[in-house]
Every structure is written in C-alpha cells, then in structure tokens.
C-alpha cells in the first residue's frame, strides 16, 4: 500500500516545478532584454523621443566693394497648425473670428472655414496653413483669435526657413549666381560656398506631447558656426549704369542675348558683369553667364592680335600697304570680302591701303593677305605667337562654367587645313569667351602686363579680413613697348577716324576694335546672323578701365554692325562711368539712355505711381526724375536720402523694385553739376 504522505510530496514537487517552468523562461527573457536586447530597445525608443536635431547656420553675405549688399539671407517662416490641440470652448467661440482674419491671405472666409473645421473633423494634428511669410506678418498671426492662446491651446505652430535674397533685384543675378538643389552651384554662390555655407550645429531635442520637440540642456549641443562673408569687386553703380545700357541696346536691336563686362586695367578686378538673354516671355534676364561660358569666333576683334603678331615679327608697320583691290580676295574655293563689299560693288576698286588704315577701316581682305603672304611656309611661327601669350591657356576664373579658348595648330591635321591660315587672321577659325578676349585688351591697355580677372577681394568674419585677394600676372609682357605704343594709337583711331568715329567723345577718348562675325555661315547660305562686338578701353591716354561688349543675333533689319550695336553700350559706359570720378572735368554730364537705342515712352518718369511704390516698401524708379523733387519726396515719406549734383537723376541706389525699408539709405545720382 502506498504512502499517501509520499504521493502528496510527489504532487507538490510536480507542482513546484511546473510553475519554475515558466518563471524560469520570464526571468531568462528579464536577463535577455535587461543585457543582450535591452541598450539596442532602450537606443531605438530614446531615437524616438530623444535625438539630435541640426541647426542650420546663418550662410555669409555677398558684399559689393563700395558695401552694398548683393546676397543675403532672411529669415522666412511657415505656419501650421493642430487643431485638435484647441478645446471645443475656445473653437466654437473664435474659430469663425480666425478665418476672417485668415482672409487677408489669399482665401476667403468661406474657404478658411472649409480648411479649418475639415483639418479637425479629420483629426489631422499639422495642418500647412500659409508658407514663406515675413517676421511682420508672423507677430501679428500669434495675436490672432485661437492663436493667441499659444501652442499648446491655440494649436499654432511657426517654422522658420531661410530665404536667399538679392537687394539688387535681377540686377547681377547669374554673377552673384545660386546654391541650392533647384539651381546648382553658380556665380559667386557656388564658387565661395564652402565659405558662405558655414557649418551645421547639433542639439538635442526632446519629444513632447502632441509631436512638439523640446530643447534639452545637457551640455552636449554643438552651436552652429555661421558662414563667413565674400566681398566682391562689383561696384553696384558701374553694374548698374552697364546693365542698363546693355539692356536698352538688347531691347532696341530685339537681339537674342548680349554680354558686357568692365574691369580695372592695373589690377584686373572685375567691376561689373552683365549677362541679359531673352526669356520666353521676351523680356531679358540673366539667365547663362556669356562672359565666361560663350566661346565663338571673335570676329575682327582679333585683328588686334593679328597686328601685335605682325608688328612683333617684323613683318609689316602700320605704313605698310595691301592691294585689295575690288574687296574681295578668292582662295582655293572661298573668298574673302571687306563687310561693305556688296555696297560698293564687284566693279569698284577699293585701292591700296596702309596697315594703320586696315586697322581703322577693319579690312578683312588686307588681314587675311597679310598674314598668307607672310606665315604660309611657316603657320607654325604665326600661330605659337598666340600660344606665347598664353592666349591657349583658360583664364581659371574664380566662377565656374569658363570654356577654353580654341586655337588651331598646323601640328593637328585634324584642325588644320589650307584656309585657317588666312581666316585666322580676320577672327574666324579660333574661339574665345568675351571675358578671354578682354584680357588681351586690358593687357594693351596696362603696357603690356596681361592680369588675371579676378571678382573677390576678400573673405570676412565677423568684419575682420581673413584672406584678400590679390592681382596676379599672367604674362608680363606679351609684347615689346614699341609694339605695344603702336597699338594704342591704332586703337585710338578707330574711334577717331575709323570704324567708330561718330562716338569719338573728346571728353573721354576711348581706344578700342570693334567686331561684326557671321554666325551659321557654314549652315546656312546666306544667314542674317550676326554677332557685335566692341572690346577697348579709357581713358585712352591713361586707361583705368577695359571694357567688352558682344550682343547675340541683333535685328539685322535694324543694325548689326559693332560699331553701331556694340561700341555705343560701351561709349556711354566710358562716359557715366568716369562721371562717377570726384575728379571729374565740371563739363563732363552723363544722361541716361538718350541714345537710339532707347525708346521715347521708357524715358518718361512715372511721377505719378512713386508714392504708391514708396508705400508699398518698393523702390520706385526715379531715373529721368528732377533730383530736387525725389529728394523731397522720399524725405517725406521718412526716408534717408544722400544727393548728388543737381538736374534729372541718372543713377539710384536701390534698384527699381527692390524692397527698401526706412532704415536704408537712398543713394541718387545726377551727373549734371
């Protein structure tokens, strides 16, 4: 018989070890969790409601050298909001109050109302209400009915973003340029980026209720470092005489783009750079950078490389003469024809002419013969010329985007063939961007010394200078003094008695060549393409500045000749440029636009729209206007004015249609003393 004492024992002990089963596996998955899955669980919820957010920094300024500002950034906010945060009192008692005031933007009553009561019933906790509004308009949204209750009770919720603003408008654009994901890297955007985008800070942040994040101070945050300043060597009011001068003559001659730029002779440093091609609305912006991307044949802009090269080898002087006879000189199968060929006709001979007359009058037959006769055994000698300069080399502008120059070789069989020689020689068969081309120029014009364009003078923190930028030579000397004195009076006397002598200005002598190339010509028989051009500089008896003007597909209806499409843009430059001197001669006046080029109605000044302009915190434009009558006008309306001279105005700072607040100083212009 069995021990019913024992048999109770051995139930207990069955007992006892079911239920350590079972504890044994809860205490087993206690340790597994606590030390083997425990940090990684414990890392991925303290992801979740605790994390490093970054802090974007505050990127540089763009400064102009005279310190206008021509990049900059300001704070832009979006608004959302959680309706479900608001109590059902506050709601039914203010929400039809929000939508009317909501109704200032953009939508109306009915329709905020719509948005507001849908967003809650749908239980949606962050609802995009309005984006990209002003700090102003932010103040006065958190005093708004339900809003001004706060975020928790008023469910509103204010992100801020940073706008890229340019004060000068369109004014600049593709030089100041972009850096962003829609645009890409460009201009001075893109090429000091890593100076301007300072570096991100960190912090860590808590998750709060209703998906609020919260600082946490534990010490550990990383404060943002925001980026450093660029100061260019733009002079806004040399930007914005070229920009207006390029314009009106782009709009006048209905060309498809043009290009200019403006440069100091002894340093190099680029005071102004205009880029205007037409947009698909027909007006002009700045949409490609021509000055340094555009590589084309230059036309008879080259004939001054063509004369440095014969002088230098001796091979002919300024008093050398050329047959050229009718105007036209036929080789192998093409001919050569002087670009008033068909007006005066096949019959008519044109004669015997100097090299110094060649050069006034841009004779395409005398060039070509000249260098043929001369380098035909020996291309080689010609073209190394060029390569001596360094004319072969890119410039290695600061500004992404420069294409390289193209010079054929009679080494490379594949560029080289019988008519390069002598097309070379009167700007066809090379390639060189405007910026290249004005170099050699502004080499002329500084005795021979070539520097390299430059468009940054220094980088800045916190106002104190932590790199400059100095001039750099390319060449010392692309050619003897003696060359160098003949190519100044050839120079000169195309504006005097050549080409271009109706813009001849004793009040500012300006030296320079001016170009007309065929576009399409190896397509199309026959084009009506043509590209201007005009490179020189002034004052001619003491060069300060060098300056290049092409425009694109000009109506040939109208004109397409760079002595007149081209050379006047960069008279009147010449002209309202050395206006800007305080050692000016009193008989020097500069007035805006009066050339053909510009239209009657453009040069009526709008006095009637200024104050509504003013009013709404736009720069109205005040060009044409007497300088007493805007002075006393914005003066009026609280603004700070610094005026010089007296008459109608010629230049302002700001631009037109720029945002102005009555901090900023208005800078007005007027040439005439």
Same mark, same amino acid.
């Given at each position: $018989? ?36 425990? &940090? ?30 021509? *990049? ?55 609802? !995009? ?6 700090? #102003? ?30 004060? $000068? ?37 808590? $998750? ?8 946490? =101070? ?5 404060? &943002? ?46 005071? *102004? ?37 014969? /002088? ?34 096949? #019959? ?37 010329? /060029? ?22 070789? &009679? ?25 290249? /081309? ?6 002329? *014009? ?42 100044? +009076?050839?120079? #000169? ?60 597909? &000009? =109506? *040939? ?6 002595? @007149? ?18 050692? !000016?001669? @009193? ?18 000044? !709008? ?14 434009? /005040?060009?044409? $206007?007497?300088? #007493? ?36 100083? +208005? ?7």
């Amino acid at each position: $018989m069995k021990d019913p004492k024992k048999n109770l024992y051995i139930r207990l002990y069955l007992t006892a070890l079911l239920l350590m089963v079972p504890f044994g596996a809860i205490l087993y998955k206690l340790i597994v969790l606590q030390w083997v899955e425990g &940090p990684e669980l414990k890392a991925s919820i303290e992801k979740q409601i605790i994390r490093y957010h970054t802090i974007p920094p505050v990127r540089g300024n763009i400064y102009s050298s005279d310190q206008k500002l021509l *990049a900059t950034s300001m704070p832009l906010f979006d608004i959302y909001f959680d309706p479900l945060s608001v109590s059902r009192e506050i709601w039914s008692n203010e929400i039809d109050a929000l939508a009317e005031k909501l109704s200032r933007f953009g939508r109306s009553k009915r329709e905020w109302l719509t948005l507001l009561n849908s967003s809650r019933n749908a239980k949606h906790r962050y609802v !995009k209400l309005l984006d990209n509004i002003a700090f #102003s308009d932010v103040q006065q949204i958190k005093n708004f009915p339900v809003f001004r209750h706060g975020k928790f009770k008023g469910g509103l919720i204010v992100e801020q973003q940073s706008f890229r603003k340019m004060p $000068m408008s369109g004014v600049a654009e593709r030089t100041i340029g972009y850096s962003n994901a829609h645009r890409g890297q460009t201009g001075l955007e893109g090429a000091f980026d890593t100076w301007l985008k300072g570096k991100e800070g960190k912090r860590w942040m808590q $998750m709060m209720a209703k998906g609020h994040w919260k600082p946490i =101070n534990n010490g550990w945050d990383e404060d &943002p470092e925001n980026g450093y300043d660029v100061v260019s060597t733009i002079d806004t009011r040399m930007q914005d005489i070229l920009h207006h001068e390029l314009l009106s003559t782009l709009q006048y001659y209905e060309a498809d783009h043009g290009t200019a730029v403006l440069m100091e002779v002894k340093t190099g440093k680029i005071k *102004a750079m205009v880029n205007l091609g037409r947009t698909e609305n027909g007006n002009y912006g700045e949409i490609l950078n021509y000055a340094i991307w555009e590589s084309t044949e230059p036309g008879s802009t080259f004939k001054l490389l063509t004369t440095l090269i014969l /002088l230098e080898d001796n091979k002919a002087d300024t008093s050398t003469t050329i047959d050229i006879a009718n105007g036209s000189w036929t080789f192998y199968d093409r001919v050569v024809t002087e670009s008033n060929f068909s007006e005066k006709g096949a #019959s008519e001979n044109f004669g015997t002419i100097t090299l110094a007359r060649a050069f006034e009058q841009s004779s395409n037959v005398a060039f070509a013969r000249l260098v043929f006769d001369n380098y035909r055994d020996n291309p080689a000698q010609f073209v190394d010329k /060029l390569y001596k300069i360094g004319l072969h080399k890119p410039l290695n502008f600061e500004i992404k985007g420069e294409t390289p120059p193209k010079i054929p070789h &009679p080494d490379d069989r594949e560029q080289w063939s019988g008519i390069t020689l002598p097309w070379m020689a009167f700007g066809y068969q090379t390639s060189f961007t405007p910026l290249q /081309l004005l170099t050699v120029y502004n080499a002329v *014009a500084n005795n021979g010394v070539m520097v390299k364009p430059y468009i940054v003078e220094e980088i800045r923190k916190n106002k104190k200078t932590v790199r400059r930028f100095e001039p750099a030579v390319l060449n010392p000397s692309i050619c003897s003094q003696k060359t160098l004195d003949k190519l100044k +009076v050839l120079l #000169s006397n195309v504006v005097k008695q050549g080409t271009a002598k109706h813009l001849y200005n004793p009040q500012i002598k300006l030296a320079g060549k001016t170009g007309t190339a065929k576009l399409d010509y190896w397509k199309e028989k026959g084009s009506r393409k043509y590209r201007a051009s005009f490179a020189g500089f002034f004052p001619a008896d003491n060069p300060q500045y060098s300056v290049i003007v092409v425009v694109d597909k &000009p =109506n *040939a209806e109208k004109a397409y000749y760079g002595s @007149r499409v081209a050379a006047p843009v960069a008279a009147r430059t010449a002209l309202a440029v050395m206006s800007l001197s305080p050692t !000016k001669p @009193r008989e020097l006046i500069y007035t805006p636009i009066t050339t053909e080029a510009a239209s009657p109605q453009k040069m009526q000044p !709008k006095y009637e729209h200024i104050l509504q302009e003013l009013r709404k915190g736009r720069m109205p434009d /005040l060009t044409g $206007m007497p300088i #007493s009558l805007a002075l006393s006008t914005l003066e009026n309306e609280g603004y700070r004015v610094s005026a010089t001279g007296a008459g109608r105005i010629a230049w302002q700072y700001p631009t037109p249609q720029t945002a102005i607040s009555k901090t900023m100083m +208005v800078e007005l212009k007027s040439y005439n003393r």
